[in-house]
């Protein structure tokens, strides 16, 4: 079935400093997907989506590309700031399995120090 | 524009009592509904998912039921509640009819078991 990896966290970064989280991903159709944020206490925000291979999603600094030759969308972000700390999840959904199919990582926790 | 209400936000409930938590979805219709749990420091975990007015599939087999009476209400139940039905319930929904579309989440339930 299908299947989304992510790196282990904690991630722990100072401000400023440049963020990769990686994400891989197994699925049976042509999937898209995408990256969700969950701030502390709260429910899960889209961050960014990418429907096809190559396209890259950004927003708010963040940015992730869908490489379908290594099966990845790795997110990114050139100076993290301590409002950034917060649980990220990189997620996919499948063609084949719409209704139901929404496959979400184990998520990964980033701190950012000041 | 869209919007989705969880509530309540909180709730401390005696093991064997009964559960009853209320989702609801505005300015969309036939939206694909979603329940989640999250324990603490966790992933999600889908329990429920519905497609239509009375529709539910459940994931997990459990103590928890789902129920959609109308099309943009969602609601999950329990006759008696476990301790391990502690954590945080979170509402979801999709509209459209393809995979690019992004799952859209309320500001969850925490719910905890004495």
């Known amino acids: 079935g299908d299947s989304v990896t992510q790196m282990e966290g904690p991630v722990t970064l100072s401000e400023e400093a440049f963020l990769t989280i990686n994400c891989t991903y197994t699925?049976?159709?042509?999937?898209?997907l995408f990256w969700y944020v969950q701030y502390p206490g709260e429910g899960l925000q889209l961050l960014l989506k990418?429907?096809?291979?190559?396209d890259k999603g950004s927003n708010k600094g963040f940015e992730a590309t869908y490489r379908k030759e290594t099966t990845s969308f790795h997110l990114e972000k050139g100076s993290v700031q301590v409002s950034d700390s917060a649980v990220y999840f990189c997620?996919?959904?499948?063609?084949?399995?719409?209704?139901?199919?929404?496959?979400f990582g184990p998520g990964t926790r980033l701190s950012v120090l000041p | 524009s869209q919007t989705i209400h969880q509530w309540p936000a909180t709730l401390v409930q005696p093991v064997g009592s009964p559960l009853s938590l209320e989702c609801t979805v505005e300015g969309t219709s036939n939206p694909n509904l979603y329940w989640y749990r999250q324990a603490a420091g966790r992933g999600l975990q889908l329990l429920f998912y519905?497609?239509?007015?009375?529709?539910i599939s459940s994931e997990v087999p459990q103590n928890l039921s789902a129920s959609r009476p109308q099309d943009r209400q969602f609601i999950l139940s329990s006759k008696k509640l476990l301790l391990s039905d502690s954590g945080f319930y979170l509402c979801?929904?999709?509209?459209?009819?393809?995979?690019?579309?992004?799952?859209?989440f309320g500001d969850g339930t925490r719910l905890s078991i004495l």
């Open positions: 519905s497609v239509g007015i009375g529709q």
């Open positions: 990418a429907t096809k291979a190559d």
């Open positions: 997620a996919l959904s499948d063609e084949w399995n719409y209704g139901q199919n929404f496959v």
């Open positions: 699925a049976t159709g042509y999937p898209s």
């Open positions: 979801a929904w999709r509209g459209g009819s393809n995979s690019n579309q992004p799952q859209h």
